[in-house]
């Protein structure tokens, strides 16, 4: 089965803490993307990858970090300077753009608790 | 900067009956591919249609079509004999030719009622 897997599909951290969410596909994609949900405000692009080990920032990439490494992993840290952790996080990916195949797939997600 | 507005934070239908949900955006590219995301309780996120901007013929996915009007720079999606099943969040998402950064309006949360 080709995919995207998230884990774990809730987390919960103490304030502080550094803590480090995975993504990994199957899809054979080269763009990956994490993204941050909260109530009423959509979707929000923290960060994304085209190719392994190059990425670039989004919207909100402050207190984030990523690396690509490996062209099926990409996992987000959420560091102690990310003022309001608590959120769900959606991992994505897809083909590369001009390949007519340009939606994106996305993992189940990984609930974020920080008290 | 693109954004992607979606005016209805919640709209509801009685099943089998048809729903049309609005989306509005702002670009100023003349290439780019829109979206319609549809997130179940699960908040797995589905794709529900795409269209590319270059064609002028509206999509269509079984019950689900869209009206697509590009100078108005407005993309709806009609959901036809709705069923229980649709129930969900229903995202708009706009993504530029020239580069990977999609951008979602902030959704329709949509009820359907037996």
Sequence with gaps: DGGITQSPKYLFRKEGQ???????????HDAMYWYRQDPGQGLRLIYYSQIVNDFQKGDIAEGYSVSREKKESFPLTVTSAQ?????????ASSALLGTGMEEQYFGPGTRLTVT | AQTVTQSQPEMSVQEAETVT???????????????WYKQPPSRQM????RQEAYKQQNATENRFSV??????????????DSQLGDAAMYFCALIMYNNNDMRFGAGTRLTVKP
Excluded: G, M, W
């Design chain 2, 67 to 80: 009206n697509f009007q590009k100078a108005a720079k407005s993309f709806s999606l009609k959901i036809s």
């Design chain 2, 21 to 35: 949900l609005s989306c509005t955006y702002d670009t100023s590219e003349s290439d780019y591919y829109l979206f």
């Design chain 1, 18 to 28: 550094n803590v480090t969410l995975s993504c990994e596909q199957n899809l054979n």
């Design chain 1, 83 to 91: 003022k309001n952790p608590t959120a769900f996080y959606l991992c």
């Design chain 2, 46 to 49: 589905i794709l529900v249609i």
